[in-house]
């Protein structure tokens, strides 16, 4: 059974910083892509970073510069840093798993809150 927890969201104010953790397990974790995604009512969610089995990041150019996406497989965890934030970085965030079509995994989210 696979399962994605998401750890470490919560209310920053703008500026701030939040580390997210996302831990797997009932997976062969250093084969998958990891990602992390965010959705806010009412659109659509939408990549944030993901991190390739080899270590090659791709980030959406809204958090270019203030988000690090990395991973740990001796602790089948992948991480968000998330640094300089924004009111408009406000969203659930879901870590995501994927090997292929089939083997496409989400977490349950956890809610990230920028407001002074």
């Given at each position: 059974?696979?399962?994605?927890?998401?750890?470490?969201?919560?209310?920053?104010?703008?500026?701030?910083?939040?580390?997210?953790?996302?831990?797997?397990?009932?997976?062969?974790?250093?084969?998958?892509?990891?990602?992390?995604?965010?959705?806010?009512?009412?659109?659509?969610?939408?990549?944030?970073?993901?991190?390739?089995?080899?270590?090659?990041?791709?980030?959406?150019?809204s958090v270019?510069?203030?988000?690090?996406?990395?991973?740990?497989?001796?602790?089948?965890?992948?991480?968000?840093?998330?640094?300089?934030?924004?009111?408009?970085?406000?969203?659930?965030?879901?870590?995501n798993a994927?090997?292929?079509?089939?083997?496409?995994?989400?977490?349950?989210?956890?809610?990230?809150?920028v407001s002074?």
């Amino acid at each position: 059974q696979v399962q994605l927890v998401e750890s470490g969201g919560g209310l920053v104010q703008p500026g701030g910083s939040l580390r997210l953790s996302c831990a797997a397990s009932g997976v062969i974790f250093s084969g998958y892509t990891m990602g992390w995604y965010r959705q806010v009512p009412g659109k659509q969610r939408e990549l944030v970073a993901r991190i390739l089995s080899a270590g090659t990041t791709n980030y959406d150019d809204s958090v270019k510069g203030r988000f690090s996406i990395s991973r740990d497989n001796a602790k089948n965890t992948v991480y968000l840093q998330m640094n300089s934030l924004k009111p408009e970085d406000t969203a659930i965030y879901y870590c995501n798993a994927r090997l292929n079509m089939e083997r496409n995994y989400w977490g349950q989210g956890t809610q990230v809150t920028v407001s002074s």
